[in-house]
């Protein structure tokens, strides 16, 4: 009987980290306004480049450049401006996971 919950536990265990890992791999709020332009794969080719696989620092850089103006767009700019720093951060950080 021992050998038989310590087996449970450890299903229980791995069932738990499991379902933690993939409550991190929803994406953080915002990060859907994106797909409605951007492709949500890698191999999507569309007019408007893909940000999935990208490096956040890439990302975060250009929204910096939308926001500030440095970058010119259509509708960047003010997506950007609707923003904090730190959700863009999250969202960089996801949009780079997702390969």
């Known amino acids: 009987m021992s050998a038989m919950r310590a087996t ?3 299903v229980m265990l791995a ?6 890992f993939a409550a991190s791999q929803e994406p953080p709020a915002g990060a859907s306004s994106c ?7 890698t191999r999507i080719d569309t007019a408007v480049p893909p940000i999935a696989g ?8 250009q929204m910096q ?12 700019d003010r ?4 923003f904090s720093d ?10 780079a996971q997702q390969k």
């Open 8 to 10: 449970l536990a450890v």
């Open 15 to 20: 069932g738990s980290g499991m379902a933690a």
């Open 35 to 41: 797909s409605g332009c951007h492709a949500a794969g």
């Open 54 to 61: 990208r490096s956040a620092v890439d990302i975060v850089a």
């Open 65 to 76: 450049a939308f926001r500030t103006g440095q970058k010119p767009s259509t509708v960047m």
């Open 79 to 82: 997506i950007a401006k609707g």
């Open 86 to 95: 730190a959700e863009i951060q999250a969202i960089a950080d996801w949009y």
